[in-house]
């Protein structure tokens, strides 16, 4: 016979398949295969049909095309016969799907096997429609398939409950003719048609409400005592896996009675018994008896239930955490995550064992008990949860570290009961693994030692002694050198002694070497490098006897091929040698960095771009009263603008130096003496930050001065800390004189007030919620049509009073805004009073552009915080 002819058996072409040593072979036998099926659908060999279609389902397996012979399934669907049914099922099962148009042919063919007397070619039919069942058969076959819910014989029962999953799962609308046929199968005692029936009822209550209902009602208790009989029943060794009897049934039971019981204090009740027995005589030693102890736990952390119940399903996740198999400890985690929402407590109580997870050898396990450790630290147990984690710091794996620092320094971060505390568990954070934390973790650390003034000794102390031990810890050194420059008198001095430190002994030639390593070390990158150097110039005021030391180590950096380095270099190096007279002025300490601010960047709560109106004044070294609380940050770039033509005054040394347009702000009386003016520290102070390039600015005499944030080098990590936020000022007017000389002085007390508003305009809404609304006045001077005034009247439109009311504003580039004091911040109820504020906005395109900004209300209602943002943009275009 012909290897390759029709009637070759099936075994016959797969023992020629498995000959080929190569795949063109294995394709050169499929293709002969296949011509010789194609040539015998041509000629409607019926003889040979059935062993063709087994062929070409064998070849569709090997995955080679097979389209050409579906219309032999759907006849040999429609043959009398079982053998010849058989096959047609299982072909059209494996070689179509419900996207086939050629599967409408077959429901007729369906819809009589279905009604057919012999049971066996009814199973087929069912198996078949459950399998590549569409929508329009099921709204089609769905009549028979609920009449053969009923049928006598349990299999063809278990297989139309099967096949009315996918119908109900196709057309939901069908599932209100399934609840009451369902019902009744809930009470069969034969396990396959109870297994398909608690799978077809746990779809129902998921698809239809009206089902849940009626389920709850009719079927709870009726399915509590199957549970109760499947756990007490004695051995059944047709049902029995590793002696639990049927654990396939328990744990599908335990699922449907957790949808039962989920926000049903009755149905939980009527449950609460069989969990308890099922959670205590499952036996845990065998996997089977733990898959029915974790549904059984799920399902009591789902329903309504007392926390009796909760706390022994937790402890079963406890005796999970000790077992030696690392599935079930990762489930176990899983759960208790789950848990904690639920009973916080009693996962308390498992704490030493989830610690002991955070050092297994198994990575997925250790990082998932990181993120359950992190959920469970609390005000009470953060001390010693935190002393834990660092302890393992030390010893776990390079690869875990960088998760385990950024979750000990989040928890630092938000539960620490007091700042020394903080301090000192971040520095053996970073002393262990500072290579490690990302920059804003050391940027924090730093924003929370300028906020602790008492403990500014001590921490620099404490940095001294951590950068000999650390040094290869970038982190530590950059804070270190940070620390070292800002409060180097302090440590020499050994100012600020705490009742807890040892006595230590620093010269000023100690600490300039401590900065020296650092600049020198070939590890420390553009950033260390740099920060050295601020650093050093700071130290060249603090220690004048150490100045021409740091003037030479300054000095080398010269010559670096970094241009950041070069360029700052050589900036220093000329402050220290030809202006000792402003040194002073440029080094002062750096004023106290906003923490609430600085933290509502990180979240992304606060704009990156604020100015607010009220604040606490903090007296600098000089006496420049300074704004604290009042932040004045870049403002949002809410349009792409082009930037303003830069200031084309260059010929001032220092006012390159700075960045910033001094000659049109300085002011000097009649008489030569120059006058006082206001927060020219805070300007000098942004000479500091590092990187900042030239600020633009196209105003003969600006408003504020802007810190430009346009850096886009590594060296600018520090400029979110560094860069004094200082609130806008006014400069006083020219008459002369020395810009040197007018910028040591600083700024006129009083900004001047307008002489003339101009004509008014007409007031409009600018803000309106259901609980405030602003109006805003608005006039104009004459001769400088760029600046308009504007007067903010706030109303609360709401029955209680508000408290704390801050106004915050932000404006892209192009515009200039002032915010001066508001007129109180107690906002009565009911609109029977207000609160008004003044601003000035400067729009350097006027005519072009529109007045917008960004605005943000802050006040507490009953003690809560509130907050209230959005965004005006209906100011007339010529204002």
Request: net charge negative; glycine share 6%.
């Given at each position: 016979?012909n290897?390759?002819?029709?009637?070759t058996?099936?075994r016959?072409?797969i023992r020629a398949?498995?000959a080929?040593k190569?795949a063109a072979?294995?394709?050169?036998?499929v293709?002969k295969?296949?011509?010789?099926?194609?040539?015998?659908?041509?000629?409607?060999?019926?003889?040979?049909?059935?062993?063709?279609l087994?062929k070409?389902?064998?070849i569709?397996?090997?995955?080679?095309?097979?389209?050409?012979?579906?219309?032999?399934c759907l006849?040999l669907?429609?043959?009398?016969g079982?053998?010849?049914?058989?096959?047609?099922?299982?072909?059209?099962m494996?070689l179509?799907?419900?996207?086939?148009?050629?599967?409408?042919l077959?429901t007729?063919?369906?819809?009589q096997?279905?009604?057919?007397?012999?049971q066996?070619?009814?199973g087929?039919?069912?198996?078949?429609?459950?399998n590549?069942?569409s929508a329009?058969?099921?709204?089609?076959?769905?009549?028979?398939v609920?009449r053969?819910?009923?049928?006598?014989?349990?299999?063809?029962r278990k297989?139309?409950?099967?096949?009315?999953?996918?119908?109900?799962?196709k057309?939901?609308?069908?599932?209100?003719?399934f609840?009451?046929?369902?019902a009744?199968l809930?009470k069969?005692?034969?396990?396959?048609?109870?297994?398909?029936?608690i799978?077809l009822?746990a779809?129902?209550?998921?698809l239809n409400?009206e089902?849940?209902?009626?389920?709850?009602?009719r079927?709870?208790?009726?399915?509590?005592?199957?549970?109760k009989d499947a756990?007490?029943?004695?051995?059944?060794?047709?049902y029995?896996?590793?002696?639990i009897?049927?654990?396939?049934?328990q744990i599908?039971?335990?699922r449907?009675?957790r949808?039962?019981?989920?926000?049903?204090?009755d149905a939980?009740?009527?449950?609460?018994?069989v969990?308890?027995?099922?959670?205590?005589?499952t036996?845990?030693?065998?996997?089977?008896g733990?898959?029915i102890?974790?549904?059984?736990v799920?399902?009591?952390l789902?329903i309504?239930?007392?926390?009796g119940?909760?706390?022994?399903?937790?402890?079963?996740?406890g005796?999970?955490?000790?077992?030696?198999?690392?599935?079930i400890?990762?489930v176990a985690?899983?759960?208790?995550?789950?848990a904690?929402?639920?009973?916080g407590?009693?996962?308390?109580?498992?704490?030493?064992t989830?610690?002991?997870c955070?050092k297994d050898?198994d990575?997925?396990?250790?990082?998932?008990a990181?993120?359950l450790?992190?959920?469970l630290v609390?005000?009470?147990?953060?001390?010693?949860?935190?002393?834990?984690?660092?302890d393992?710091?030390?010893v776990?794996d390079q690869?875990?570290?960088?998760d385990?620092?950024?979750?000990?320094?989040?928890?630092?971060?938000k539960?620490?009961p007091?700042k020394?505390?903080?301090?000192?568990?971040?520095?053996?954070?970073l002393?262990e693994a500072g290579n490690?934390?990302?920059?804003?973790?050391w940027?924090a650390?730093?924003?929370?030692?300028?906020?602790a003034?008492?403990?500014h000794?001590y921490?620099?102390?404490?940095?001294?002694?951590?950068i000999?031990?650390?040094?290869?810890?970038?982190?530590?050194?950059?804070?270190?050198?940070?620390?070292i420059?800002e409060?180097?008198d302090?440590?020499?001095?050994?100012i600020?002694?705490?009742?807890?430190?040892?006595p230590?002994?620093?010269t000023?030639?100690?600490a300039?070497?401590v900065i020296e390593l650092?600049?020198k070390?070939?590890?420390?990158?553009?950033?260390?490098r740099?920060?050295?150097?601020?650093?050093l110039l700071k130290?060249?005021?603090r220690?004048?006897?150490?100045?021409q030391r740091?003037?030479?180590?300054?000095?080398?950096?010269?010559?670096?091929l970094?241009?950041?380095?070069?360029?700052?270099?050589?900036e220093?190096?000329?402050?220290?040698?030809?202006?000792q007279?402003?040194?002073?002025?440029?080094?002062?300490?750096?004023?106290?960095?906003d923490?609430?601010?600085?933290s509502g960047?990180r979240?992304g709560?606060?704009?990156?771009?604020?100015s607010?109106?009220?604040?606490?004044a903090?007296h600098?070294p000089?006496?420049v009263?300074?704004?604290v609380?009042a932040?004045l940050?870049?403002?949002?770039?809410?349009s792409?603008?082009?930037?303003?033509?830069?200031?084309?005054s260059?010929s001032?040394f220092?006012?390159?130096?700075?960045?910033v347009?001094?000659?049109?702000?300085?002011s000097?009386?009649?008489?030569g003496?120059?006058q006082?003016?206001?927060?020219?520290?805070?300007?000098?102070?942004?000479l500091?930050?590092?990187?900042?390039?030239?600020?633009?600015n196209?105003?003969s005499?600006?408003?504020?001065?802007?810190?430009?944030?346009?850096n886009?080098t590594?060296?600018?990590?520090?400029?979110?800390?560094?860069s004094?936020?200082?609130?806008?000022?006014?400069?006083?007017?020219?008459?002369?004189?020395?810009?040197?000389m007018?910028?040591?002085?600083?700024?006129?007390?009083t900004?001047?007030?307008?002489?003339d508003?101009?004509p008014?305009?007409?007031?409009?809404?600018?803000?309106?919620s259901?609980?405030?609304?602003?109006?805003f006045n608005f006039?104009?001077?004459?001769?400088?049509p760029?600046t308009?005034?504007i007067?903010?009247?706030?109303t609360?439109?709401?029955?209680?009073?508000?408290?704390?009311?801050?106004?915050q504003?932000?404006v892209?580039?192009?515009?200039?805004?002032?915010l001066?004091?508001?007129?109180?911040n107690?906002?009565?109820a009911?609109?029977?009073g207000?609160?008004?504020q003044?601003?000035?906005?400067?729009?350097?395109?006027h005519?072009?552009?529109?007045i917008?900004?960004?605005?943000?209300?802050?006040?507490?209602?009953?003690?809560?915080?509130?907050?209230?943002?959005?965004?005006?943009?209906?100011?007339?275009?010529?204002?």
């Open positions: 016979m290897p390759f002819s029709s009637g058996r099936l016959d072409m398949i498995r080929c190569t072979e294995e394709r050169a036998v293709r295969e296949c011509a010789s099926i194609r040539a015998s659908v041509s000629d409607n060999d019926n003889d040979y049909r059935h062993r063709n087994a070409l389902m064998f569709h397996m090997l995955g080679y095309p097979t389209h050409f012979g579906q219309m032999e006849k669907i429609a043959a009398p079982f053998p010849e049914k058989r096959i047609g099922y299982l072909g059209l494996l179509l799907d419900e996207r086939q148009e050629v599967l409408m077959v007729n063919s369906l819809k096997d279905l009604n057919h007397t012999n066996y070619i009814v087929l039919a069912l198996c078949a429609l459950g590549i069942c329009e058969m099921a709204r089609d076959l769905a009549p028979e609920e053969l819910l009923q049928f006598r014989d349990p299999n063809v297989k139309a409950a099967l096949c009315s999953i996918r119908i109900v799962k057309v939901p609308d069908l599932a209100e003719n609840v009451n046929p369902v009744s809930l069969e005692k034969h396990h396959g048609v109870l297994l398909t029936a799978q009822c779809d129902l209550c998921i409400e089902a849940l209902e009626y389920f709850k009602k079927c709870t208790e009726g399915l509590v005592k199957v549970l756990v007490n029943s004695p051995y059944a060794p047709e029995d896996v590793s002696g009897a049927d654990p396939f049934l599908r039971l335990l449907l009675l949808i039962l019981g989920h926000g049903d204090a939980s009740d009527c449950m609460n018994d969990l308890a027995q099922v959670a205590t005589k036996e845990s030693n065998k996997n089977a733990n898959a102890l974790y549904e059984c799920e399902t009591i789902s309504e239930d007392s926390g119940l909760r706390v022994l399903a937790i402890n079963i996740l005796r999970f955490l000790s077992n030696r198999d690392n599935n400890r990762y985690l899983n759960m208790l995550m789950k904690i929402s639920v009973d407590q009693a996962v308390q109580r498992h704490r030493a989830i610690l002991e955070v050898s990575a997925s396990i250790r990082k998932r990181l993120e450790v992190y959920l609390n005000e009470t147990n953060v001390k010693p949860l935190t002393k834990e984690l660092i393992y710091l030390e776990s690869d875990f570290k960088e385990l620092t950024a979750r000990i320094c989040s928890i630092v971060e539960l620490s007091d020394l505390w903080y301090i000192d568990q971040m520095l053996k954070v002393c490690y934390v990302k920059d804003e973790v940027h650390l730093i924003v929370v030692i300028t906020n003034s008492n403990l000794g921490t620099v102390r404490s940095l001294y002694r951590a000999q031990t650390s040094v290869d810890q970038e982190a530590v050194v950059r804070v270190a050198v940070w620390c420059g409060y180097g302090l440590l020499v001095n050994n600020g002694m705490l009742d807890l430190e040892e230590i002994t620093v000023e030639s100690d300039v070497d650092a600049i070390r070939h590890t420390s990158d553009l950033t260390t740099a920060m050295c150097l601020i650093a130290l060249s005021s220690f004048p006897s150490c100045s740091i003037k030479d180590i300054v000095t080398q950096s010269k010559g670096s970094l241009l950041e380095l070069q360029q700052r270099s050589i220093f190096d000329s402050i220290i040698e030809k202006h007279n402003i040194r002073s002025a440029l080094v002062e300490r750096m004023p106290v960095l923490e609430a601010t600085y960047r979240s709560s606060v704009p990156a771009a604020v607010t109106s009220q604040g606490n903090l600098l000089n006496g009263a300074k704004m609380d932040p940050l870049d403002l949002l770039d809410l792409a603008d082009e930037p303003a033509a830069p200031n084309s260059g001032n220092l006012q390159d130096l700075l960045g347009d001094i000659s049109s702000s300085s000097q009386s009649a008489s003496k120059v006082p003016q206001k927060s020219g520290t805070d300007v000098l102070l942004d500091l930050s590092t990187g900042s390039p030239p600020a633009q196209g105003l005499t600006p408003d504020i001065f802007s810190i430009s944030q346009d886009k590594s060296v600018s990590a520090l400029d979110g800390l560094s004094p936020m200082v609130p806008p000022v006014q400069a006083s007017p020219t008459a002369g004189g020395s810009p040197m007018d910028l040591l002085d600083g700024f006129g007390p900004p001047p007030v307008p002489k508003n101009g008014a305009h007409p007031p409009i809404v600018a803000f309106e259901s609980s405030l609304k602003i109006m006039s104009k001077q004459p001769e400088s760029q308009t005034h007067e903010a009247n706030f609360n439109k709401s029955s209680e009073v508000y408290t704390d009311f801050i106004f504003a932000a892209p580039k192009f515009l200039q805004l002032h001066e004091p508001a007129s109180g107690t906002l009565p009911n609109g029977n207000s609160i008004t003044k601003l000035r906005v400067t729009n350097n395109q005519g072009k552009k529109s917008m900004m960004r605005i943000r209300i802050s006040y507490k209602l009953n003690g809560k915080d509130t907050l209230e943002e959005g965004q005006i943009s209906n100011i007339p275009r010529g204002l």
